[in-house]
């Protein structure tokens, strides 16, 4: 009887490691997004495709007061800009400030390795958010969760994996009853959007996998500290 802990097989492919990174992260991490609004002064986070001649509409204004950590420095949240971080009080989770903008969703036809579902490119805005700087880490899950369902128990640093879309979502709820903060999963638009970076590559930050992602070939077919990045 096979070994039903032996890895997928679509480990030993780029395609395949790029696929289960991307899932890992929309899982959850290095993409919770958190957002900090406050009465008559933050907009709602505002998601949607923008045809000819349209234009992105105000959101009204959000009705929710988010207290804010003791630790400082602290970004003014009121007037929050390109680069800014903030630190989870329970967590240490660092999250990132992307400002507002505009780009080109989805890839060309003729894009290798292309899904059928990643197109027409298309015009999309999105508002200002806050997303998670990092994979979420081993360590960090266990703080909020008290276990750690992860394969590859490497370390606290390492990514946290094997964990359900489900599982994400006990574990938003638990650290925004915990932090007193409002924490969800970036929609699609928001993750492409920060994961381009105003750039048009064929991956995260360029067009070389070896040089912005681990995947079998370059990783020893295992994860890599939360960060830490291919040389």
Not at 7 to 21: D, Q, V
Not at 114 to 138: I, S
Not at 206 to 224: I, L, M, P, R
């Amino acid at each position: 009887m096979p070994d039903e802990r032996q890895r997928p097989s679509f480990w030993e492919t780029i395609p395949g490691i790029i696929t289960a990174i991307g899932t890992l992260i929309m899982a959850v991490a290095a993409l919770i997004t958190a957002l900090y609004t406050a009465r008559k002064s933050t907009q709602e986070e505002i998601v949607r495709a923008v045809g000819p001649g349209e234009s992105i509409e105000a959101a009204p204004a959000a009705s929710q007061v988010i207290s804010q950590p003791v630790s400082a420095p602290e970004p003014d949240f009121s007037k929050p800009k390109q680069g800014d971080i903030t630190t989870d009080p329970v967590t240490g989770i660092k999250f990132v400030y992307v400002p507002k903008g505009c780009f080109q969703m989805g890839s060309l036809p003729d894009e290798e390795n292309r899904d059928n579902d990643e197109g027409p490119v298309h015009k999309v805005c999105v508002d200002g958010f806050w997303m998670g700087k990092y994979e979420v880490t081993q360590g960090q899950w266990q703080k909020v969760m008290g276990t750690n369902p992860a394969y590859f128990k490497k370390g606290d640093n390492y990514p946290v994996e094997q964990v359900s879309w489900d599982d994400t979502q006990e574990f938003l709820a638990k650290l925004n009853r915990e932090s007193s903060r409002s924490y969800r999963l970036p929609t699609e638009a928001e993750w492409e959007y920060a994961c381009r970076a105003g750039g048009s590559g064929r991956y995260c930050g360029g067009d070389d996998v070896n040089a912005v992602a681990w995947y079998g070939k370059n990783s020893g077919n295992s994860t890599q500290p939360a960060g830490k990045i291919p040389r």
